[in-house]
T-cell receptor, first 112, second 114 residues
Framework: EDKVVQSPLSLVVHEGDTVTLNCSYEVTNFRSLLWYKQEKKAPTFLFMLTSSGIEKKSGRLSSILDKKELFSILNITATQTGDSAVYLCALGDYNQGGKLIFGQGTELSVKP | NAGVTQTPKFQVLKTGQSMTLQCAQDMNHNSMYWYRQDPGMGLRLIYYSASEGTTDKGEVPNGYNVSRLNKREFSLRLESAAPSQTSVYFC?????????????FGEGSRLTVL
C-alpha cells in the first residue's frame, strides 16, 4: 500500500531561519511527488518532482527528490511570517490513475 | 476566474440526515476528486472521477456516494450522516486524465454532524 510520512509534524521558527521539511514514501510504481502549501483554506501547488537529483526552485523555496532513498525535502530560506502554513507532500502512483496520496502535513509557524 | 467552486461552505447535520456537496469546475479539466481533511490526518481521498462517466473509490469511501453529472460537476452524497463524517471536504480537479499532476482545489466545505 502506498504511504507518505512527513516530519516533523510541527515546527516553530523565527523569521530569517532556514527550515527543512521531510517527506518519505513507499510506492509501488512511482510517478510523481508534489508539495502543497495550505494556509486557512485550499491547498495551493508548490512543486512537482519526477526525477531524482533535480532541484526545483521558486524564490526562497526549493525542493529535491531522492528516488533511491525514497524521500523528498522542501527547504525554505530566510523564512517570513507569511510562510506560516501547513505543508503537504503528496504521491502519485502509476497504478493509481490520477490520484494523489497525501501525508499528514507539517505545520510551520514562523514567529516575528 | 472561478476555478473550483464548492457549495455549501458550512453545514450542520443531525445523525441520520442526508445531504449532497456540490462541486463545479470551469477549467475544462478531465479528472475530479473528493478529499476529506481531519486534524493530523492530511487529506484522504474519498472518491475520484478520472473522466466523465467514470468514478472510483479512494481510501475512505464508506458512507459516501458520488455522481459525475457532466464534465464540469462532481457531487458527493452522504446518505445517512454519522458523527465520524464531521470533517472539512475538498473538491479538486486536474487537467490530465490519469496523470497525477497539479490538483486545483476548491475552498472547502466544513461539515459538522451532531
Amino acid at each position: 500500500e502506498d504511504k507518505v510520512v512527513q516530519s516533523p509534524l510541527s515546527l516553530v521558527v523565527h523569521e530569517g531561519d532556514t527550515v527543512t521539511l521531510n517527506c518519505s514514501y513507499e510506492v509501488t510504481n512511482f510517478r510523481s511527488l508534489l508539495w502543497y502549501k495550505q494556509e486557512k483554506k485550499a491547498p495551493t501547488f508548490l512543486f512537482m518532482l519526477t526525477s531524482s537529483g533535480i532541484e526545483k526552485k521558486s524564490g526562497r523555496l526549493s525542493s529535491i527528490l531522492d528516488k533511491k532513498e525514497l524521500f523528498s525535502i522542501l527547504n525554505i530560506t530566510a523564512t517570513q511570517t507569511g510562510d506560516s502554513a501547513v505543508y503537504l507532500c503528496a504521491l502519485g502512483d502509476y497504478n493509481q490513475g490520477g490520484k494523489l496520496i497525501f501525508g499528514q502535513g507539517t505545520e510551520l509557524s514562523v514567529k516575528p | 476566474n472561478a476555478g473550483v467552486t464548492q457549495t455549501p461552505k458550512f453545514q450542520v447535520l443531525k445523525t441520520g440526515q442526508s445531504m449532497t456537496l456540490q462541486c463545479a469546475q470551469d477549467m475544462n479539466h478531465n479528472s475530479m476528486y473528493w478529499y476529506r481533511q481531519d486534524p493530523g490526518m492530511g487529506l484522504r481521498l474519498i472518491y475520484y472521477s478520472a473522466s466523465e462517466g467514470t468514478t472510483d473509490k479512494g481510501e475512505v469511501p464508506n458512507g459516501y456516494n458520488v455522481s459525475r453529472l457532466n464534465k464540469r460537476e462532481f457531487s458527493l452524497r452522504l446518505e445517512s450522516a454519522a458523527p465520524s463524517q464531521t470533517s472539512v471536504y475538498f473538491c479538486a480537479s486536474s487537467l490530465l486524465q490519469g496523470n497525477p499532476g497539479e490538483l486545483f482545489f476548491g475552498e472547502g466545505s466544513r461539515l459538522t454532524v451532531l
